[in-house]
């Protein structure tokens, strides 16, 4: 089991930036597919971004292209989503994950390890 913790999060006005950083720890994530989420009060859990741990390929959800960069360094054990030009929309409590199975990287359910959520708030 990979043991993640997100931080970063906090309160910023609309056209600002934020970094949110996940540590893992447990094993080595080199392999693994991780990922960020997201999830709005009454809305469902939004795939955000991902990067697969062999070739680094990123994937990204629509809305966030050209604001939001996915990166991450295997030999700290650490992921990052660094995020500008927020919006008020972003807001959401953000999730990292980590999936050592292949299989569609905005999906959830291959992700089999969490994080406890950070939250960001995005003031209009």
């Known amino acids: 089991q990979v043991q993640l913790v997100e931080s970063g999060g906090g309160v910023v006005q609309a056209g600002g930036s934020l970094r949110l950083s996940c540590a893992a720890s447990?094993?080595?994530?080199?392999?693994?597919?991780m990922g960020w989420f997201r999830q709005a009060p009454g809305k469902e859990r939004e795939f955000v971004a991902a990067i697969r741990g062999g070739d680094g390929r990123r994937y990204y959800t629509e809305s966030v292209k050209g604001r939001f960069t996915i990166s991450r360094d295997n030999a700290k054990i650490m992921m990052y989503l660094q995020m500008h030009s927020l919006k008020p929309e972003d807001t959401a409590v953000y999730y990292c994950?980590?999936?050592?199975?292949?299989?569609?990287?905005?999906?959830?359910?291959?992700?089999?390890?969490w994080g406890q959520g950070t939250q960001v708030t995005v003031s209009s």
């Open positions: 994950a980590a999936a050592s199975s292949p299989g569609d990287v905005s999906d959830y359910r291959i992700f089999g390890s």
């Open positions: 447990g094993r080595t994530l080199s392999s693994y597919v």
